[in-house]
């Protein structure tokens, strides 16, 4: 048995056959070309197609990984839309009068310069994607789409020299068991992708033709690849981490019992956070339900949504976040039209405060499905008591309304509070008087508390999830959810962030509500720390 050491990725113990996936390179040419207005139009027809094609990933990754994950295409539709990008591409076409593929390829070699001499990790590790859309395109340009690594059976195992984000999304997650590549970092887009697929991966490995078709053991907790490894050996590498699963999850000082919740967008994950074990559905994201047509889902819609998820997670708490939708939905149906700031305009429980008759909706098929399992209500972007009080009344009285027309439903639904704004978190001593429970949604706390759009790639050198201002409103907010006897969970980024969850443990977090496919991870590691 050989053992190859490199860089662990994402976590996972995989055993399969080697499969050496050698992408197809375009043969780029230079051309000489006359009409400068037909290969610009040529280069603006393709430029639209591969948008397309971005859009039906960011679609696809939405489904099955969730919206946060699926942002890696949408920075790849930013990097073709991109300005400087296209003006590139157009003056050389036009001053050096080459073909597009040519002019893609010049655009793209200077631009993966200029982010691989950057000081910063993450920024380096941007130079890939610019390769990635550039091959995009001049792969459309030449009347092909993008190949993908293909998996003939079940537990392959791909090498590669690296794997691009829309590679790894679109593999046969049936049939590919884990991947291994020389290049990429953790930090990088498809490693982000494989911890969200659940995909073991290692990166840093040379790989060449030999190793093809070989019995390969794949250590994505280590970053071991092990080759030709022998029955008893991976006995004794599967039992190694089974003993480590079947601890107590505890926090650090032992006393505490910590949940790992799954964090989902849509009623199919249900599956995923069947799969992961975890100890319920931390948040329930609605918005969901409101993004498939022109107009707002019915009752029986949104309530056949719900019972799934309920009758999915057997009787273990579900959290669901009441209405919360894009700005553009708003005035197909809600009647709030174009804002200036939609993130800071009527959203979330204004909108339903603004509008009962429509949150009742929501709340009678949340109420209806009860029965069908252990629901709570969480309501989001709250900033002060009574909207809390407010909500509990237009509850009472949908109750109300219930009853008169004997249809069950459970007396007793906790009502929580997602603590997302500074405002929030400063008055979390109030809140928790009203609420039942809290969900910080760190995620949105750092965006808020530092005024910065995390999805906004200029910004992702100096965007810091971890800062001392968001870190110290966490401890606040769990210290006055449990002086007031409630608990307090968290979801977001750094909920599953091994560098940071000493100290969020050591603060007294009640759950950690994550990705499904991060559910077993987080459980290994805090079950690690007890």
Request: aromatic share 6%; proline share 3%.
């Amino acid at each position: 048995m050989n053992i190859w050491k490199g860089k662990a990725v994402c976590g996972g113990l995989a055993v399969g056959t080697a499969c050496v996936y050698r992408r197809t390179k375009e043969d780029v040419r230079k051309r000489h070309i006359e009409d400068f207005a037909a290969e610009a139009a040529k280069y603006a027809a393709v430029k639209n197609l591969a948008i397309d094609e971005l859009d039906r990933l960011f679609k696809k990754a939405h489904d099955e990984i969730g919206e946060k994950e699926a942002q890696i295409f949408s920075i790849h539709k930013m990097m073709v839309e991109d300005a400087y990008y296209n003006e590139s591409v157009l003056n050389i076409i036009e001053k050096q009068r080459v073909n597009a593929e040519a002019a893609v390829l010049m655009t793209s070699d200077s631009f993966e310069r200029i982010f691989r001499d950057m000081d910063n990790a993450y920024m380096r590790e941007r130079a890939s994607d610019v390769r990635d859309v550039s091959d995009r395109i001049i792969a459309l340009l030449g009347g092909k789409t993008r190949p993908y690594p293909d998996a003939a059976e079940e537990n392959t195992i791909i090498f590669a020299d690296n794997i691009a984000p829309s590679e790894a999304l679109q593999m046969d997650k049936k049939m590919v068991a884990a991947f291994v590549t020389e290049g990429g970092s953790a930090t990088s887009h498809t490693a982000v992708l494989a911890r969200s697929l659940g995909i073991p991966a290692v990166c840093g490995i040379s790989v060449n033709s030999s190793i093809d078709g070989r019995r390969v053991a794949v250590d994505g907790y280590t970053g071991t690849v092990y080759v030709e490894p022998d029955d008893g050996f991976i006995e004794k590498l599967k039992k190694k981490y089974e003993k480590k699963e079947e601890k107590s999850f505890k926090a650090i000082d032992g006393t505490q019992k910590v949940k790992i919740m799954a964090d989902i967008s849509a009623p199919e994950e249900i599956k995923s956070a069947m799969i992961s074990k975890c100890d319920g559905v931390g948040i329930f994201r609605s918005e969901s339900l409101f993004k498939c047509g022109k107009t707002l889902p019915l009752e029986t819609f949104q309530f056949d949504a719900y019972r799934k998820i309920l009758e999915g997670m057997k009787g273990k708490a579900v959290s669901v976040q009441t209405l919360d939708i894009d700005g553009d939905k708003k005035g197909n149906f809600l009647g709030i039209f174009r804002e200036k700031n939609p993130s800071m305009g009527m959203r979330s429980i204004r909108i339903c405060l603004k509008r009962p008759q429509i949150f009742k909706i929501q709340l009678r098929a949340i109420l209806k499905a009860s029965v069908c399992g252990n629901i709570q209500i969480l309501l989001p972007m709250v900033t002060s008591p009574e909207e809390v009080r407010v909500t509990k009344t237009i509850f009472d009285e949908v109750k109300q309304e219930l009853a008169q027309k004997s249809i069950s439903f459970s007396q007793n639904i906790p009502v929580g509070v997602i603590i997302e704004t500074p405002a929030s978190a400063i008055i979390s001593d109030e809140l928790a008087k009203e609420a039942d429970f809290f969900l910080i949604d760190a995620d949105n706390l750092a965006s808020y508390t530092l005024v910065m759009d995390r999805q906004n790639p200029a910004l992702a050198e100096i965007m810091d999830m971890r800062h001392k201002s968001v870190l110290k409103m966490i401890e606040q907010t769990v210290y006055n959810a449990h002086k007031n006897s409630i608990r307090a969970g968290l979801c977001g980024a750094i909920a599953s962030d091994t560098e940071i969850l000493p100290e969020l443990l050591k603060m007294g977090i009640d759950e950690l509500s994550v990705n499904p496919k991060k559910v077993m991870s987080v459980k290994k590691y805090v079950g690690e720390r007890k």
